[in-house]
Nanobody
C-alpha cells in the first residue's frame, strides 16, 4: 500500500485547509485509514480515522468539532477538512492505512504534509 498526501501549507489562525490522501497498491486489504500529526518535540498523535467498511469515524479530543474526515472509496482517497485552525494545529500530518486480519495489523504511512498555522 502506498499513500500520498497533499494539501498542506501555511494558513492564518481561524482559517481552513483540506488535506487529501490517495492510496494505491493493495487497497482492497485496507481496513481503515486516518490522519496522525506530529508537532516538533511531541509524539505522533491521532487526529482522525475512518473505517473502510461502515465509515465509522473517530477523532482526537483536540480537533473534535473543527475537523472532519471523509472518504471516497471509488478514488481510494480520504480527506481531512480542517476548520477554525489554531497555531497549536501546526504539525506534520501523516496519512495512515491499517491492513490486517484478526491477529495482526500492519501500518502504512505516507511521507507527511506540513501544516503551519500562524497567529
Amino acid at each position: 500500500v502506498q499513500l500520498v498526501e497533499s494539501g498542506g501549507g501555511l494558513v492564518q489562525a481561524g482559517g481552513s485547509l483540506r488535506l487529501s490522501c490517495a492510496a494505491s497498491g493493495s487497497t482492497a486489504s485496507i481496513n481503515g485509514m486516518g490522519w496522525y500529526r506530529q508537532a516538533p518535540g511531541k509524539e505522533r498523535e491521532l487526529v482522525a480515522s475512518i473505517t473502510s467498511g461502515g465509515g465509522i469515524t473517530n477523532y482526537g479530543d483536540s480537533v473534535k468539532g473543527r475537523f472532519t474526515i471523509s472518504r471516497d472509496n471509488a478514488k481510494n482517497t480520504i480527506y481531512l477538512q480542517m476548520n477554525t485552525l489554531k497555531p497549536e494545529d501546526t504539525a506534520v500530518y501523516y496519512c495512515n492505512a491499517k491492513v490486517g486480519g484478526v491477529y495482526y495489523v500492519v501500518d502504512y504511512w505516507g511521507k507527511g504534509t506540513l501544516v503551519i498555522v500562524s497567529s
